[in-house]
Antibody, heavy 120, light 113 residues
Framework: EVQLVQSGAEVKKPGESLKISCKGSGYTFTSYWIGWVRQMPGKGLEWMGS????????RYSPSFQGQVTISVDKSITTAYLQWSSLKASDTAIYYC?????????????WGQGTPVTVSS | DIVMTQSPDSLAVSLGERATINCKSSQSVLYSSNNKNYLAWYQQKPGQPPKLLIY???TRGSGVPDRFSGSGSGTDFTLTISSLQAEDVAIYYC?????????FGQGTTVEIK
């Protein structure tokens, strides 16, 4: 059974750093892209970027380039999304999702979501 | 960026009746070399991650009931629920993956009348 299991909810202060995770299991982790999607409170979905665990090829949405870092540790089948300095506007639920290819962006499997709250 | 605009923003449909959601892209998402439309549809229920319904504009995802269907090409697409069930109450999103950045429509809320 394919599963993406994300790390738990986070509460942080502005300016703090954060790294959240997404662990894949039940499939060949290095053969599928992992994307990250933001959902701000009461709002829609935004694709942030994706990484291919096979070679760590990473693509970012221009809106998120330089704001976050996507990485992977294929030895433990885990992808990461990190911030060096959080802002209140980063408050959202973050989902990881598996998609078949960089030109096949539809995502059949999703993590459960990691809520991130940034507040002073 | 390709802008995805859904209509309506919300709709209320009686149980067993048809629900139709439209999605228009600001430019074509049809890739001429393979004649594929780079468009997907998702369903999201409160407190849950999105669920894939349709990809390549008209291919149903694994395990998706056949009352869900997708159609359209180029810039105009439709998601149809042929006979609305109570469990279909949700927000529905279209999503293009034609070019970076991939974007989603604003969502359409489907309720029971």
């Amino acid at each position: 059974e394919v599963q993406l299991v994300q790390s738990g909810a986070e509460v942080k202060k502005p300016g703090e750093s954060l790294k959240i995770s997404c662990k894949g299991s039940g499939y060949t982790f290095t053969s599928y892209w992992i994307g990250w999607v933001r959902q701000m409170p009461g709002k829609g979905l935004e694709w942030m970027g994706s990484i291919y665990p096979g070679d760590s090829d990473t693509r970012y949405s221009p809106s998120f380039q330089g704001q976050v870092t996507i990485s992977v540790d294929k030895s433990i089948t885990t992808a990461y999304l990190q911030w060096s300095s959080l802002k209140a506007s980063d408050t959202a639920i973050y989902y990881c999702a598996r998609h078949p290819g960089y030109t096949s962006g539809w995502a059949e499997y999703w993590g459960q979501g990691t809520p991130v709250t940034v507040s002073s | 960026d390709i802008v995805m605009t859904q209509s309506p923003d919300s709709l209320a449909v009686s149980l067993g009746e048809r629900a139709t959601i439209n999605c228009k892209s600001s430019q074509s998402v049809l890739y001429s070399s393979n004649n594929k439309n780079y468009l997907a549809w998702y369903q999201q229920k409160p407190g849950q991650p999105p669920k894939l319904l349709i990809y390549w504009a008209s291919t149903r995802g694994s395990g998706v009931p056949d009352r869900f269907s997708g159609s359209g090409s180029g810039t105009d697409f439709t998601l149809t629920i042929s006979s609305l069930q109570a469990e279909d109450v949700a927000i529905y999103y279209c999503h293009h993956y034609y070019s970076v950045p991939w974007t989603f429509g604003q969502g359409t809320t489907v309720e029971i009348k």
